[in-house]
T-cell receptor, first 114, second 115 residues
Framework: KQEVTQIPAALSVPEGENLVLNCSFT??????LQWFRQDPGKGLTSLLL?????REQTSGRLNASLDKSSGRSTLYIAASQPGDSATYLC?????????????FGKGTKLSVKP | NAGVTQTPKFQVLKTGQSMTLQCAQD?????MYWYRQDPGMGLRLIYY???????DKGEVPNGYNVSRLNKREFSLRLESAAPSQTSVYFC??????????????FGPGTRLTVL
């Protein structure tokens, strides 16, 4: 059974710092991996989608990498801002199982201090 | 283009009451999903619909039923609500084509409390 783990569970950094969020998964037979942002009391906003054949994706100050063979992904946030404060969720889509559904980690709660 | 919409946003029920959560998407996606999010448990799949006219159970289907009314709409029904169903419910949709799975889009959620 696929398990997705995110470390750390919470992270507090000063504004301007570059930071890395980690995601690991136990079964490398995935279609893709998706990173989401969730603000308190809100829904999920998709940040980046990496297909299994890709190594990384970039959007603005965000860069996500995927190493399928080792079961790891990282989300790099450059020059962090207070507006980046949110919970970041990593999710994978498996081969087989419920068609297309995502298996989520429990998230990393990020706080960026001014 | 509203994306994925959900109604209601908030709901309080008494144990044993029934209700239906509504979800609609305007992106012409063929697959739709219902998840629940609980503290410490993350998001878990309740039911999904790979295409219009089909539905299947996910990880935690007990106590729920679903209807894929048409390509746009996918509803989740609680027949007899229990306190264990207190949660935040998210609907999502995705365009799937053969073995290609694209970005999954989520609605804003329904916050349900069962007393």
């Amino acid at each position: 059974k696929q398990e997705v783990t995110q470390i750390p569970a919470a992270l507090s950094v000063p504004e301007g710092e570059n930071l890395v969020l980690n995601c690991s998964f136990t079964d490398s037979a995935i279609y893709n991996l998706q990173w989401f942002r969730q603000d308190p009391g809100k829904g999920l906003t998709s940040l980046l989608l990496i297909q299994s054949s890709q190594r990384e994706q970039t959007s603005g100050r965000l860069n996500a990498s995927l190493d399928k063979s080792s079961g790891r992904s990282t989300l790099y946030i450059a020059a962090s801002q207070p507006g980046d404060s949110a919970t970041y969720l990593c999710a994978v889509q498996n081969y087989g199982g419920s068609q297309g559904n995502l298996i989520f980690g429990k998230g990393t709660k990020l706080s960026v201090k001014p | 283009n509203a994306g994925v919409t959900q109604t209601p946003k908030f709901q309080v029920l008494k144990t044993g009451q029934s209700m239906t959560l509504q979800c609609a998407q305007d992106m012409n996606h063929n697959s739709m999903y219902w998840y629940r999010q609980d503290p410490g448990m993350g998001l878990r799949l309740i039911y999904y619909s790979a295409s219009e006219g089909t539905t299947d159970k996910g990880e935690v289907p007990n106590g729920y039923n679903v209807s894929r009314l048409n390509k746009r709409e996918f509803s989740l029904r609680l027949e007899s609500a229990a306190p264990s169903q207190t949660s935040v419910y998210f609907c999502a949709s995705i365009e799937t084509s053969g073995r290609t799975y694209n970005e999954q889009f989520f609605g804003p959620g329904t916050r349900l409390t069962v007393l």
